[in-house]
């Protein structure tokens, strides 16, 4: 069973950057797809990103452009660059594992979750 953990949360200024990253034990990552999800105070979770097992990248119409997700296969882990941040990105964001092919951007579709990391943007 796979075991996520999400860290590089924070406090930024707006425009500012972070980088979160996701570490992985207990499976290999690139063997599945991987996704990106936030989830803001009294809204539901929502997707940010996912990448492919191989390798392919898509990003919501919210982050594109801003966000970037990579995967380094020797550190078995994921990251998140977030750029240009925004008020309206303050979450917890987590990380998840989708151990099917549909590269699904729903929560259902994820089997693996981490504990989450707070980032907020101040304004």
């Known amino acids: 069973q796979v075991q996520l953990v999400e860290s590089g949360g924070g406090l930024v200024q707006a425009g500012g950057s972070l980088r979160l990253s996701c570490a992985a034990s207990?499976?290999?990552?690139?063997?599945?797809?991987m996704g990106w999800f936030r989830q803001a105070p009294g809204k539901e979770r929502e997707f940010v990103g996912r990448?492919?097992?191989?390798?392919?990248?898509y990003a919501a119409d919210s982050v594109k452009g801003r966000f970037t997700i990579s995967r380094d296969n020797a550190k078995n882990t994921l990251y998140l660059q977030m750029n240009s941040l925004k008020a309206e990105d303050t979450a917890v964001y987590y990380c998840?594992?989708?151990?099917?092919?549909?590269?699904?951007?729903?929560?259902?579709?994820?089997?693996?979750w981490g504990q989450g990391t707070q980032v907020t943007v101040s304004s």
């Open positions: 207990g499976g290999t990552l690139s063997s599945y797809a």
């Open positions: 998840a594992a989708d151990l099917g092919f549909s590269l699904t951007t729903q929560v259902r579709g994820y089997e693996y």
């Open positions: 990448i492919s097992r191989g390798g392919i990248t």
